[in-house]
Nanobody, 119 residues
Framework: QVQLVESGGGLVQAGGSLRLSCAAS????????MGWYRQAPGKQRELVAA???????NYADSIKGRFTVSRDNAKNTVYLLMNSLKPEDTAVYYC?????????????WGQGTQVTVSS
């Protein structure tokens, strides 16, 4: 099992910045990727950014150039630095970890952290 604890959400004005953190514990040695998803009211959960254990990154088109995902393997922590925030970035942000176990991928989720961007 993998446990994920997020922090760093809050209320910010448009154009501002926030940094989200997600610390993983448990069976962290078998985590192959971590990332962030978000879900706005009435919308489906969508991928924001992800980073593999080797450092490869993947970003949603809507946040490219504004958000940066990074990872501290020594601390088993993934970060999401969000700059130039827009009201449409308002959502609950969820940390995700993918664990490879016996040839299958298993997804684990954090509890979510609210990000609200005011105009």
């Amino acid at each position: 099992q993998v446990q994920l604890v997020e922090s760093g959400g809050g209320l910010v004005q448009a154009g501002g910045s926030l940094r989200l953190s997600c610390a993983a514990s448990g069976s962290v040695a078998s985590i192959v990727a971590m990332g962030w998803y978000r879900q706005a009211p009435g919308k489906q959960r969508e991928l924001v950014a992800a980073i593999s254990s080797s450092g490869n990154t993947n970003y949603a088109d809507s946040i490219k150039g504004r958000f940066t995902v990074s990872r501290d393997n020594a601390k088993n922590t993934v970060y999401l630095l969000m700059n130039s925030l827009k009201p449409e970035d308002t959502a609950v942000y969820y940390c995700n970890a993918i664990r490879l176990w016996l040839g299958s991928n298993f997804n684990f989720w954090g509890q979510g952290t609210q990000v609200t961007v005011s105009s």
